[in-house]
């Protein structure tokens, strides 16, 4: 049979893990032609074990599909996943209008990223295979949820290692003036062809509700993006401060502030590591920080770097906080995993030579589900700790 791969003894052992990616050094080799097919994969004694989707140019060669070698990958296979995507959804989400709907491996679609805000849906390809049943895909969509307007957010650099081009565009129907969103009670603005990732930080959905009980007195929101945190702690909080580098997302956060009639909160513009710095030098206390940062880690190389930024702004955020005040802190690098970042709160603690009890570790919102055999994809990290 033409479209045919065979793993190495080694393939076959980390196969049995059940990790859903394969690298080309566990195959038996791979032809060039099989570029984004579907291919049937076979154990080294021959035996056929599953499907695949196939990318000789990628070191992800294969990114598995299901474990039945012989059930065809057509519309109706793609329809009943999408389906499972939906219901799972229905029952993890109760209290936004975004969300995400497909989250790639963890739903069964390798490299496909669907986020949902209302009627808008916002669609990132990051593998070839799922790049070629695209158009089913977004015909299936089209026919479950009539969206108003379909657009893709292919800017991401992970599909050059894909050999894809690299671009943004509306896929289908037109984009509103305004795309509106609810979170809990709050609504917010989201620009999903400018804003970062597909528009907003969905993945800390459920963080930013969870984070409403520790609200109260003096706030500080680093890394505010467009105000999501913010959003939800203002109601109960004296006042925030909420600080942000990006100049177009600091308008989006005003906006979002006077759409929900919020007057209590200071939106600056600035460097989170200079302010914290600043504000603790000048004496001012909070009783919630939040630090929300970008990725300090996006390869091996910059772990050191990342250690020693996460450590400075915790450091920093637990010298400011009141006694008895609340850090929640994140880190979204997969690199700087669990381990690795309460070692790191555990020096910024020792460091800030206060008494600090752990509340509550948590991860991504439920709608990013984790693959327990993928490691990969669980990568958020969302800590609260109180200083006494
Ligand atoms: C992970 S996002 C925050 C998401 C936000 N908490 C939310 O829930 O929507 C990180 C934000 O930090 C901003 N940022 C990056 N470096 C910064 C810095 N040195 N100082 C302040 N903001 C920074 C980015 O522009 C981005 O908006």
């Known amino acids: 049979m033409a479209n045919e791969v065979t793993l190495t003894a080694k393939g076959e052992r980390w196969r049995r893990t059940r990790h859903p990616w394969v690298y080309r050094d566990d195959l038996r080799g791979v032809a060039e032609s099989l570029a984004g097919q579907v291919v049937r994969v076979k154990g080294p004694d021959g035996t056929p074990v599953g499907q695949a989707f196939c990318n000789p140019r990628s070191k992800i060669t294969l990114r598995w599909l299901t474990d039945d070698p012989d059930c065809p990958v057509d519309r109706s296979f793609w329809a009943g996943r999408l389906q499972a995507a939906l219901e799972f959804r229905q029952r993890v989400v109760k209290d936004s209008s975004a969300y995400r709907l497909i989250h790639s491996e963890a739903d069964g679609f390798p490299g496909l990223i669907v986020d949902r805000y209302g009627d808008i849906l916002v669609v990132q390809s990051l593998s070839l295979g799922i790049e070629q049943v695209l158009p089913t895909l977004l015909d299936l969509l089209e026919g479950m949820l009539s969206p108003k307007a379909v657009v893709a957010r292919n800017d991401s650099p992970v599909r050059r290692l894909e050999g894809l081009v690299v671009e943004k565009k509306l896929l289908s129907g037109k984009l509103p003036d305004r795309i509106e969103v609810t979170e809990g009670e709050r609504r917010y603005r989201v620009d999903v062809m400018e804003g970062h990732k597909t528009g907003a930080y969905l993945d800390q959905r ?51 502030l006077e759409l929900n009639g919020i007057t209590n909160v200071r939106a600056e513009r600035g460097n989170a590591f200079d302010r914290l710095r600043e504000l603790e030098k000048n004496g001012e206390r909070f009783d919630l920080v939040i630090l929300d940062p970008p990725a300090f880690a996006k390869n091996r190389g ?18 400011i906080l009141n006694p008895a005040g609340t850090l929640i802190t994140s880190s979204c690098s997969h690199l700087v995993n669990e381990e690795i970042f309460a070692e790191i709160l555990r020096e910024a603690a020792a460091d800030s030579q206060r008494t600090v009890r752990f509340l509550e570790s948590r991860t991504q919102s439920r709608d990013h589900p984790v693959l327990l055999t993928h490691p990969e994809s669980k990568y958020l990290k969302c800590v609260a700790l109180e200083a006494a």
């Open 302 to 319: 910059e772990i050191r770097d990342a250690w020693r930024g996460y450590r400075e702004i915790n450091l920093r955020a637990l010298r």
């Open 206 to 256: 459920e963080n930013r509700l969870w984070s409403r009980q520790f609200a109260r007195g003096r706030v500080l929101d680093a890394f505010a993006y467009q105000g999501a945190f913010t959003l939800q702690v203002a109601g109960t909080a004296q006042e925030v401060l909420a600080v942000e580098d990006s100049a177009a997302a600091l308008e989006r956060l005003k906006e979002n």
